[in-house]
């Protein structure tokens, strides 16, 4: 089965969608246009892009409220806290600072920005 981000005109994600791998085939070859023909057909006229579930292309798999980035060709989650920073290659966001190196269990704490352990 093959996955669809719907997009507005934000470039957010607003869903996403299962599509069988079937319809998407051009010639015995999966094609991600026919998909996205396909979901036109379904829909109307929206932006959609094919994502990974196993996130082998466009950097993480879509979600609702995702963000795609048409110059990294990427998929980027809603970023969890204002001080995380984004790390370009991976497309995934990441604390300021780094999670203990223990066996403790911690949260995040976006007044300190630390890690505080859960008791």
Known sequence: MAHFAELNENNIV??????NND?????GVENEQAGVDFLISLYGDSTWKQTSYNATFRKNYAGK???YDSDKDAFIPL???PSWVLVEDTCQWTAPTAYPDDDKDYKWDEDSTAW???E
């Open 14 to 19: 607003t869903r996403v969608v299962v599509v």
């Open 23 to 27: 319809v998407m085939k051009v010639d």
């Open 65 to 67: 409220g995702d963000t």
């Open 79 to 81: 970023k969890p806290y």
């Open 116 to 118: 505080v352990e859960v």
